[in-house]
């Protein structure tokens, strides 16, 4: 099969825009003619699917999500996005997972990102699985109010995958008052990193290096209160400001890591006004951003590095540190890495700090337990 043939064209309404500097007349969308998107840089598709959720009326989200993004200025000086239109619902749920699978795995192929407008988040698990034959130690971040590791949960697909090809996951902003500790424990005793929603707040900063690692993100939109982001059958009084999630997704865009995006969970049904919808869409506006503001900064591109290497206590290996002379972000190199090619992770300054007094960071820790396996 090809790729068109997972995809249904918009309505002819997408093809009129009002101005020149907008989204809208920037992306080539497959309207009556499939796009050219071999050599696009990023690539944008919907998912009409709402089973397997309660939140229902997000099979009607994508196209609401669009119409706002293409409204928004485009005001980058060079961009390559095509639209290539929405998935379909399956005959059954896992018809629709496959179909996103096989269309994110044909971008991904080409070095194309992907960006999956849900639709239900229960379809990451199509996100995960895109990248089977294409990556061997995927990070993933998750930001949501709700983790779940239950059978029904995307995120308990991939944890038993096979062959398993996982080697982090990030639950950001989850709230403890809507996750089992069960969930919480499982992922802290793989050494995976759940960040609660008020450590997070206290200094969102905090996740940029943690989305500078990551491969794929699954943003729902529920991870945001309630106020800033009413279109959410879960009606979440607390959460995520509209600026912090838009903050997130700029981070995101800019990790040279970053290669597969997904909004889900929009419910236009409970949307006061489309608010949802135009956060959604100004989330997508800050990761785009992100992306054609990428540095080409990683230890691996370049050698403007400052080194450093601090001496841990109780006989632990030596932690060593790289600082971009471009940026001033940190990385730390992981030791017994059996790969050829050097392993860094990003870091903060804080943990720099923290290792100059022989202390080793809780990042450095957890990389070295999975690196063991």
Not at 48 to 61: D, I, L, Q, V
Not at 103 to 114: G, H, M, T, Y
Not at 156 to 174: C, K, M, Q, R
């Amino acid at each position: 099969m090809t790729l068109e043939d997972f995809l249904s064209p918009l309505h002819e309404s997408f093809g009129q825009t009002e101005s020149e500097n907008s989204y809208g007349h920037v992306i080539q969308s497959y309207i009556d003619t499939f796009p050219d998107w071999e050599e696009a840089d990023i690539a944008i598709f919907g998912v009409e699917e709402g089973r397997n959720t309660k939140n229902k009326e997000t099979a009607s989200a994508p196209d609401k999500l669009r119409r706002e993004l293409y409204a928004l200025v485009a005001n980058l000086p060079k961009t390559s996005i095509v639209d290539l239109g929405n998935i379909a619902p399956g005959n059954t749920f896992n018809d629709t997972r496959f179909a996103v699978q096989e269309v994110s795995r044909a971008l991904l192929k080409d070095n194309i990102i992907p960006i999956i407008l849900g639709g239900t988040k229960e379809l990451a698990y199509g996100q995960y699985t895109a990248f089977q034959p294409i990556l061997r130690n995927l990070e993933c971040t998750v930001i949501s109010p709700r983790i779940g590791i239950d059978q029904q949960d995307f995120l308990h697909d991939i944890l038993l995958h096979e062959p398993n090809f996982l080697f982090n996951v990030n639950a950001l902003a989850y709230q403890s008052h809507y996750v089992r500790e069960k969930a919480i424990s499982t992922l802290t005793k793989l050494y995976f990193n759940p960040l609660r929603l008020g450590v997070l707040r206290s200094d969102v900063a905090m996740a940029e290096p943690i989305l500078r690692n990551t491969d794929m993100c699954v943003f729902d939109i529920g991870s945001v209160k309630q106020a800033d982001a009413p279109g959410n059958y879960y009606n979440n009084p607390s959460g995520l400001t509209s600026e912090e999630a838009c903050q997130l997704a700029w981070y995101a865009g800019m990790s040279e890591k970053m290669r597969s995006f997904g909004i889900y969970e929009v419910n236009p049904e409970f949307d006061y006004r489309d608010t949802t919808s135009k956060l959604g869409a100004q989330i997508l506006w800050y990761f785009i951003d992100g992306y054609y503001n990428r540095k080409g900064d990683h230890p691996s591109l370049h050698s403007e590095f400052v080194k450093y290497r601090c001496t841990m206590t109780d006989n632990e290996p030596d932690v060593v540190f790289y600082k971009s002379k471009r940026t001033e972000r940190w990385w730390m190199e992981i030791p017994g890495h059996s790969g050829s090619d050097l392993l860094v992770i990003p870091c903060t300054y804080a943990d720099y700090t923290l290792a100059t007094t022989g202390e080793m960071p809780d990042l450095f820790f957890k990389a070295l337990q999975k690196n063991a396996k």
